[in-house]
């Protein structure tokens, strides 16, 4: 019986903490993170909830035609990728279908076969098992974010897609807020650019104005 609670102890305790990621990623959807700071805040959520050692934010450049990643976390190591063209690795499958995909074991045999591009990191790890979905706004997917186990397999269930899905979802709108929010700063910034090189103009103008009223 003892052990009973225990697991229904830890299973709330679980519960609350997702739907603490839930609530905290919604609440940043309504703040006026910049998008660094969004992604830094969403990613370090993700590993903390799920107890994984990697992470990646991949966002999809239309103009471009290619999967930029501003973040992905490994261990502690930061790593840095180009562009990724679409078609390529478990991202294109992702955006294709628009569907969750989940590999719980034989990452590198099953990954190799699906076309995986993999970039290493300092320690040579490889994903034990690994996670993705899709980050849909409207009907339009902006992006992939995807969880990586490097210690166990079979981690990643059906509750785990239902919740990365969830986080995804909250941070298409927390991103596409963002990015609205640092473009109309970024206008308001070049309008008052304009509007103090119009005043300077406007001295300048009357200061030649005053020396050629003196001058007659």
């Known amino acids: 019986i ?5 697991n229904q102890a830890q299973l709330v305790a679980e519960r609350l903490s997702e739907l603490e990621t839930i609530y905290d990623i919604s609440q940043a959807s309504a703040s006026r993170l910049k998008l660094n700071a969004l992604l830094e805040f969403v990613g370090g959520k993700i590993l903390q909830t799920f107890k994984v050692q990697g992470v990646y934010i991949a ?11 501003p973040y992905w976390q490994v261990f502690d190591e ?7 063209p679409l078609g390529q690795g478990l991202s294109g ?3 294709r279908t628009k569907q969750p995909l989940v590999i719980n074991n034989n990452y590198e045999q099953r990954s190799a076969e699906l076309g995986v591009v993999r970039v290493a990191n300092s320690r040579g790890s490889i994903p034990k098992a690994w996670v993705g979905v899709p980050i849909v706004v409207g009907d339009e997917v ?24 969830t986080i995804a979802a909250n941070f298409g709108i927390a991103f596409q807020n963002a990015k ?3 473009a109309v700063q970024q206008r308001a910034s ?9 005043e ?14 003196t001058a007659a």
Do not use: C, M, W
């Open 190 to 198: 070049e309008l008052q650019n304009l509007h103090q090189e119009a």
């Open 93 to 95: 499958i992702i955006f």
């Open 2 to 6: 003892e052990v009973e609670v225990l």
């Open 180 to 182: 609205l929010y640092e």
């Open 142 to 165: 902006i992006g992939i974010l995807s969880a990586q186990n490097y210690h166990n397999e079979n981690v990643f269930t059906d509750d785990t897609v239902q919740l990365l899905t």
């Open 78 to 84: 930061r790593l840095n990728r180009a562009p990724v």
């Open 200 to 213: 300077e103009r406007v001295k300048e103008l009357a200061s030649i104005n005053a020396i050629s009223q």
């Open 59 to 69: 966002l999809y450049d239309k103009q471009e035609n290619v999967f930029r990643i």
